[in-house]
C-alpha cells in the first residue's frame, strides 16, 4: 500500500511539474529578463513628464463595484481571451502613470453604496447611502430635506462653463452613478413619478427622469432606461408587452428634443449607426427599457457595446472647442455580475470597459485629456487557492478542500452561490464553473451579494493627473478634475492653457506616413 501512494504521488509530481513546465515562459526562467524589465520600468518612471496645464477635456470612467480582485482577474482574463496565461497581461487603465486609492464608506453607512458615492466622486460632497446630489444633511426617503442642501457635479459646472457633455452607460440611464451628475434626490429609486412616495409628490419632488431633462442640458445621453421616460399607456417599440412608467403621461423624450438643434433620439442598433455624428450636437440613445443587456448576452445587431458608445459620445463632444466633460460607466453590469455571484458576467464586463477605455485613449490627446479611471466601491468577491500559472480565471484549484471537493480561485464571501445538498456543498469542476450563468460559491447565504467596503484604486493620466496620489476621500475626485479644467469653485485656477502639442491623431499619422514613403520612392 506504501509503495502504491508513494506511485500516486511520484505521478502527480511529475504531472505538476510538467503543467509548470508547459505554462512559464522559457525566458521567465533567466535573472536578465526581469532585470531587463526592471529597467525598463525604471526607465519608464524616471521620464514621466508631469502636465501642469489646464485639462480641456475631462474622461471619468467608472467601473461600478470595481474593486482591485476584479482589475486582478480581468487583467488574466483579457490575456487568457488572447491565447496568453494572462498574468503578465496589461490592462489599458495599468498603463495610466498616477495611482492612487479611494476610500469609499458613505456619511452615515461603513459599506457604500452606488448613490452616495457617486455623489462624492462627482460633486466633491461625501453624502449618504441611497441619496444623489444631495449633502448629508439630507436623510434618505425625506424629500423635504433635499432643498438647500443641493450640490452640483463637475459635469453640470462643466457646462456652465461652455463645455459639452455626456453620460455613457450600461445600465439605466437613471442609474445612482449617471444620475448623480444631474439629480439631487433623497432617494436613488425615484426613477419615475410613479415610484414617488406621498410625502415626495406632496413636497414637490421631482422623479429622477424629470431632471434628467430639466436640470442640466447633456449633449449625449447613451445607455438604458427607456420605461421611466414614457407614459404608461405607451407600448415598448422592442417589447410589446413592456409599456411605460410614468402616472403624469408626459414623453420626456420628446420634450428633451424640443428646441434642440441637431438633435437625436434612438433605440437600435441600427438607428445608432446612421447617426452621423458630424452634424448632430444632442443624442439620446435608450436600448433597454431598464438596464443595458450583459456583454456576454448582448445582441450586436440590436444594441452597441460600451465602446461603441464611447466612440460616438467622443466624436460628438469633442466638436465643442471649449472642451467637453464625459461620464462612462459600465455598472451593468460588473456590479449586477457580482450581486449574483456571477462572477464570469462581471469579468467579461470590466474587460469590455478596458476596452472602451483603450478605444478613447486613442481619440484623444493626454495632453488636453483627463482620464480618470476608478470604482464606487468593490465587492465581497476574492481570487485566490492555488493555482499553476495559467490557470483559468474561472478554472478550480489544483488542491482539494478539507471536504475532499473542488473549489474556485474565484469565490464571494456572501450572496446567492451559497448552496448546500444533504448537508455538504457540491463538487464543482472548471467545465461547470466556466458556464455563463453558474454562481461562485459563497459560504453565506443572500439573495444579493454585498458591497466591500475596502479602499478602490483611481487611475489617472493626462493635465493635473499627478494630484491623484496616496490615500484620499473619495469626495478628492471631483475636487481634481474640477481643478485641473478651471471649473467652479476653481475657475480662477490661473492654469497655463491646455496644449494638444505632440499629439498627433491617428489617421493623420497614417496619412504622414503614406506621404513620407510616396517621397521616398518617386
Request: aromatic share 10%.
Amino acid at each position: 500500500m506504501a509503495n502504491k501512494h508513494k506511485f500516486i504521488f511520484t505521478g502527480l509530481l511529475v504531472f505538476t511539474s510538467l503543467q509548470w513546465t508547459l505554462s512559464v515562459p522559457v525566458e521567465e526562467l533567466h535573472a536578465s529578463y526581469w532585470n531587463n524589465k526592471g529597467r525598463e520600468a525604471l526607465h519608464t518612471a524616471m521620464n514621466v513628464q508631469l502636465n501642469n496645464r489646464q485639462a480641456k477635456n475631462i474622461i471619468l470612467f467608472l467601473g461600478d463595484g470595481m474593486g482591485v480582485t476584479t482589475v486582478t482577474a480581468a487583467r488574466i482574463l483579457k490575456g487568457q481571451l488572447a491565447g496568453k496565461s494572462g498574468e503578465e497581461t496589461s490592462l489599458v487603465m495599468d498603463t495610466f502613470p498616477h495611482l492612487a486609492l479611494s476610500k469609499t464608506y458613505n456619511v452615515d453607512q461603513q459599506m457604500p453604496d452606488s448613490a452616495g458615492t457617486a455623489t462624492a466622486y462627482l460633486c466633491g460632497v461625501k453624502a449618504n447611502y441611497g441619496t444623489l446630489g444631495v449633502t448629508a444633511a439630507c436623510p434618505r426617503y425625506n424629500c423635504s430635506a433635499t432643498y438647500g442642501n443641493e450640490v452640483t457635479s463637475v459635469l453640470h459646472r462643466a457646462k456652465q462653463a461652455g463645455k459639452s457633455v455626456g453620460i455613457v452607460t450600461t445600465t439605466r440611464v437613471q442609474h445612482a452613478s449617471p444620475g448623480a451628475n444631474y439629480a439631487h434626490t433623497a432617494n436613488r429609486g425615484w426613477y419615475a413619478d410613479s415610484d414617488l412616495t406621498a410625502e415626495a409628490v406632496q413636497n414637490g419632488c421631482r422623479d429622477i427622469a424629470y431632471q434628467l431633462i430639466h436640470n442640466t442640458e447633456i449633449n449625449v445621453i447613451l445607455g438604458g432606461g427607456r420605461r421611466y421616460m414614457f407614459p404608461r399607456d405607451m407600448q415598448d417599440p422592442e417589447y410589446p408587452t413592456y409599456g411605460g412608467d410614468r402616472n403624469d403621461g408626459q414623453n420626456l423624450v420628446l420634450e428633451w428634443l424640443k428646441n434642440k438643434k441637431n438633435a437625436k433620439y434612438v433605440w437600435n442598433k441600427a438607428e445608432f449607426d446612421a447617426v452621423n455624428s458630424a452634424n448632430t450636437d444632442f443624442l439620446m440613445g435608450l436600448f433597454e427599457p431598464k438596464d443595458c443587456r450583459y456583454e456576454l448576452e448582448r445582441d450586436p445587431s440590436k444594441d452597441p457595446s460600451l465602446t461603441e458608445m464611447v466612440e460616438k459620445a467622443i466624436q460628438i463632444l469633442s466638436k465643442n472647442e471649449k472642451g467637453y466633460f464625459l461620464f462612462v460607466e459600465d455598472k451593468g453590469r460588473i456590479d449586477h455580475g457580482h450581486h449574483g455571484n456571477r462572477a464570469k458576467k462581471a469579468l467579461y464586463e470590466t474587460v469590455e470597459f478596458d476596452r472602451a477605455i483603450g478605444r478613447a485613449a486613442e481619440l484623444t490627446s493626454e495632453q488636453e485629456t483627463l482620464s480618470v479611471v476608478t470604482a464606487d466601491h468593490s465587492h465581497v468577491f476574492a481570487f485566490g487557492g492555488y493555482s499553476i500559472r495559467g490557470n483559468p480565471v474561472l478554472g478550480v484549484s489544483r488542491s482539494i478542500a478539507e471536504d475532499n471537493k473542488h473549489f474556485t480561485t474565484a469565490v464571494y464571501g456572501n450572496g446567492p452561490g451559497y448552496k448546500m445538498v444533504n448537508g455538504t456543498r457540491p463538487d464543482v469542476n472548471v467545465t461547470t464553473s466556466s458556464s455563463n450563468d453558474y454562481r461562485q460559491q459563497a459560504p453565506v447565504p443572500l439573495d444579493s451579494e454585498t458591497h466591500g467596503i475596502e479602499d478602490v484604486a483611481i487611475f489617472a493620466k493626462g493635465p493635473m493627473s499627478h494630484l491623484f496620489h496616496g490615500v484620499q476621500e473619495q469626495s478628492y475626485i471631483a475636487h481634481v478634475m474640477a481643478y485641473a479644467a478651471c471649473l467652479e469653485p476653481y475657475d480662477n485656477c490661473k492654469l497655463p492653457p491646455p496644449s494638444n502639442a505632440g499629439f498627433i491623431h491617428p489617421s493623420l499619422l497614417l496619412l504622414l506616413m503614406g506621404i513620407t514613403f510616396s517621397s521616398l520612392y518617386t
